[in-house]
Nanobody, 120 residues
């Protein structure tokens, strides 16, 4: 069974930084893409940043220039460096991965979420 384990959330002041980590475990043939999504109270889940197996990245307009997604393919781990945090970045951040199983089936998995609170 493939699982994603997130870490790094917490409380930070506006303008501060946090780094989220997400490690995939289990039997995986190939991770095709990984990404971060977030859900603020009363709002729908939205994509924050994604990175493909080829290293292509994509960011939500609201985080461009402030957040950086990176990936360690050897460790099946993805990171989200968040700088210049704003009140509106407060949300539960979820890690997500598309992967291929050993039998060639294409699947996806979500992490349990980690809370990021930006407050003074």
């Amino acid at each position: 069974q493939v699982q994603l384990v997130e870490s790094g959330g917490g409380l930070v002041q506006p303008g501060g930084s946090l780094r989220l980590s997400c490690a995939a475990s289990g039997t995986i043939f190939r991770i095709n893409s990984m990404g971060w999504y977030r859900q603020a109270p009363g709002k729908e889940r939205e994509a924050v940043a994604t990175v493909t197996s080829a290293g292509s990245t994509n960011y939500a307009d609201s985080v461009k220039g402030r957040f950086t997604i990176s990936r360690d393919t050897a460790k099946n781990t993805v990171y989200l460096q968040m700088n210049s945090l704003k009140f509106e970045d407060t949300a539960v951040y979820y890690c997500h991965a598309h992967f291929t199983t050993m039998s060639g089936v294409y699947r996806e998995v979500w992490g349990q979420g980690t809370l990021v609170t930006v407050s003074s």
